[in-house]
């Protein structure tokens, strides 16, 4: 199984994105899928995650109330909307299944001001 991230690019401040991670090549876990990013020279942080049982998502403070992530076991993919973009949100995103163990080659957004 490889995980997928894909739809970063370059966007200006106050426009959005909406990232998707697919696991190829087999499927998601039971566990909640989880949204990191990392800038160069930094740890990687944790921006969100989600239940596949559908409880609350939970949001990395820098994000709460501007991104929102989402899930679609039928499809096998996870998503991440990014509204109210800022130039502090430039990173690599990367989304993780902590059943699978492993991560994806991530996607740069990066947010013009």
């Known amino acids: 199984v490889q995980l997928v991230e894909s739809g970063g690019g370059l966007v200006q401040a106050g426009g959005s994105v909406r990232l998707s991670c697919a696991a190829s090549?087999?499927?998601?876990?039971?566990?909640?899928p989880h949204w990191y990013r990392q800038v160069q020279g930094k740890e990687r942080e944790f921006v969100a995650s989600i239940s596949w049982t559908g409880s609350i998502p939970r949001y990395g403070d820098s994000v709460k109330g501007r991104f929102t992530i989402s899930g679609d076991s039928a499809k096998n993919m996870v998503y991440l909307q990014m509204d109210s973009l800022k130039s502090e949100d430039t990173a690599i995103y990367y989304c993780?299944?902590?059943?699978?163990?492993?991560w994806g080659q991530g996607t740069q957004v990066t947010v013009s001001s």
């Open positions: 993780n299944d902590p059943g699978l163990g492993i």
């Open positions: 090549g087999g499927t998601f876990t039971s566990y909640p």
